[in-house]
């Protein structure tokens, strides 16, 4: 026998050995899991990771959707620059962060120690409370901002008529203004959207931190009663100190979250922002600038600035917590 038969006959014998080895290897239950998995990345790769590589993408590019996708025409940096030089960008990412400070400091101030008061006061019945406290976040933001434009009313607003009410009583009359208020003009747009903001997530910001306060063994506070402290120094020498993690959290999602802001304004004032574009946030800009002047490019643009300068803010976040070793 020839060596080449031999090698013919042995052929068979070494490739089965090799097909056994295959199949072991992809076994069904090696790949099911990534089967079982692959749903969440194949809406993810649709949904979420196309539509982020396409908006780079276009932010490079003059495009009207309207003429469709062969009209696309390369612009370069033009649409940053032409947004970094825009006034009403400016101003609209200046009310942006106005309304996340306005809103965002009383909502600190106000949650923790809402939140202390009771974990303290009404441990039996703080889960009920909480639940009552969370449902302005779960509830749905066109409800609650139309409830409140309806009570923001100039002629028939609860809270004028609540102003009329306290300025008919003596020495009162000289606080409150006799006159109903106009809420939706220049001067107190800003703040009527901060307010609903504020009464939206300040409920979800005391949950985070009754959460975290109960964390805080029962202990510190017995010992530090035995001690003679009063619930103030408890608030501020145990709770504080001890939640400081959770209000790294927190101020960050206020950042984030802020700086975002657009259903409140948008359903209370409508995509021109109101009297004067007071109520005209960068997200509203956004929007109108893709859906109403068909400008997906330089839309596009300003999605990316606004995500560099929320990254910006946040980051300057850390480094200060971090200083202070407040976000361990």
């Not at 062969?70 to 990412?93: H, I, Q």
């Not at 003009?185 to 997530?201: C, G, K, N, Y």
């Not at 596009?300 to 976000?327: C, H, P, Q, T, Y």
């Amino acid at each position: 026998m020839s060596v080449v038969d031999s090698r013919a006959e042995e052929a068979p014998a070494m490739v089965a050995p090799t097909v056994k080895r295959l199949r072991k290897k992809y076994r069904r239950q090696d790949w099911a899991p990534y089967v079982f998995i692959s749903p969440f990345f194949i809406l993810f790769g649709c949904f979420g990771l196309f539509p982020l590589i396409f908006s780079i993408y276009l932010a490079f590019q003059y495009w009207d959707p309207a003429s469709g996708l062969n009209a696309m025409e390369y612009v370069g940096w033009e649409n940053f620059y032409y947004v970094l030089t825009d006034e009403w960008f400016l101003d609209s990412l200046y009310n942006t962060v106005w309304i996340t400070v306005v809103s965002s400091v009383p909502m600190q101030l106000v949650a923790l120690p809402l939140a202390f008061f009771l974990h303290t006061a009404y441990r039996r019945w703080r889960n009920v409370f909480s639940g009552i406290y969370f449902l302005p976040f779960i509830t749905s933001t066109v409800a609650i901002t139309l409830v409140f434009n309806s009570m923001f009313s100039k002629d028939f607003g609860v809270f004028n008529s609540m102003l009329t009410w306290l300025g008919s009583f003596p020495l009162l009359e000289y606080v409150f203004p006799s006159d109903n208020i106009d809420w939706f003009d220049q001067e107190h747009l800003r703040w009527t959207i901060a307010f609903i903001v504020w009464w939206r997530f300040t409920g979800w910001i005391t949950v985070l931190y009754l959460a975290a306060l109960q964390t805080i063994p029962n202990d510190l506070y017995e010992a530090s009663s035995i001690d003679g402290a009063s619930t103030w120094q408890q608030f501020w020498h145990i709770a504080v100190p001890m939640v400081k993690p959770m209000l790294y959290f927190t101020i960050s999602m206020n950042i984030i979250f802020g700086l975002q802001i657009f259903e409140e304004p948008f359903i209370m004032v409508g995509v021109t922002g109101g009297v004067g574009q007071m109520g005209k946030t960068a997200a509203m800009h956004m929007y109108s600038t893709a859906f109403v002047d068909s400008d997906f490019g330089t839309a596009s643009a300003i999605a990316w600035l606004l995500f560099l300068f929320i990254a910006v803010i946040a980051l300057i976040n850390n480094r200060i917590f971090a200083k202070s070793g407040m976000e361990k």
